[in-house]
């Protein structure tokens, strides 16, 4: 009997130490030492000072530079080394895209840029950034009056997407909240065109998922047309700043549907978010849109909390330390379930996003 009684409570301690471990999250500020580690990699393995690009890449620098902005929006200390990269970057990168300044043929590249500067602006008050970004908003606007309505996705014409259109309503939305007067009701105009054409385009479908594109022949989604996530993201940001701007309850339930059912069909058993088309296609793009969703998600806990994102920031951030990272060069591969592989510059900085998202969403 005291042997047993001895076993037993050696049984539950042991028990009780695991469920301590179980039940115990990661310390917030841990998140934030990851976030800052994850950007310290990004920087020094792929951000090149003569061309201010990441990797040479165009339209995921410009998600690089707002990932980058992120962490130091909320760790001060990071400030001076985003503002330099800022000042590298708009010296060095303006033509590299295949058009002038930070445009070329595609609206869609055209907007990540837009939303770059205007966090870069949110930090430092530039109004080199600003500006920037309001150049960029003007090109982008050439995209108007596409087929079946709504944005063209480029110069040639030859598609209309979900991700052309959030853009552009979210750029919209964002020039609206950070002006006044007449600028004011042009930008809230656009905003609130684009998200009327766009609520009932079809593209968003009955379970809150939004399509990658529309058919241009019937203006219908096509059946077997991509889900990425990157197209349940930009959208959460647009509807966010439209409700700063112009408050309307549908557009947050919108955006809490959008989230939720993410979280609902775009995950794993564990919780962990899943690319579409899993990671058969490993590219430095579809590498890209999973730090956009998780972005995004992170602006919607900080104006409509719920725990539901918390916990799927977190279960997230934890999974792609322990299982998509290696120790040694401190690189993050796309599939935050691991194992870690097919890494490159977007699934590096898709990783601080959401790093720093499991962080902001701790707090
Ligand atoms: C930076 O980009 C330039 C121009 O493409 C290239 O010549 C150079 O090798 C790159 N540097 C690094 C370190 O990748
Ligand atoms: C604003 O940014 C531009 C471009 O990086 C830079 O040249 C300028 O010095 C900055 N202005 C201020 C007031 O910091
Ligand atoms: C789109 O149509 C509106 C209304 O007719 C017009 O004011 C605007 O100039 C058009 N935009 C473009 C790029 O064609
Ligand atoms: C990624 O997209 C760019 C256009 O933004 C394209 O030029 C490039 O070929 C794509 N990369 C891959 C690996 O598909």
Redesign the pocket.
Known sequence: MPFRTTVRRELLFVLLQGCLVLAQSTNPSTYMDNALNAAGVLNDVYYNASTGLWNNLWWNSGNALTAITDVAKADSNYASTAEGIFATTFQNAPGRGGGPGWTNNFYDDEGWWALGWIDAFDLTSNQSYFAAAADIYNDM?????ATCGGHWWDKPHSANTAIGNELYLSVAAHLAERTSGDDRTGYLNDALNEWNWFKNSGLIDTNNIVHDGLDLSTCQVDAGSPTFTYNQGVILGGLISLNNVSPDPSYLQTASNIAHAVLAHMVDDNGILIEYGGSLTPDENASQFKGVFVRNLMALQQVQPDSAYVSFLQKNADSLWANARDSSSGLIGPDWQGPFEDNDMSSQNSAVSCLLAAYVASQ
């Open positions: 606007q050439t995209g108007d009056n």
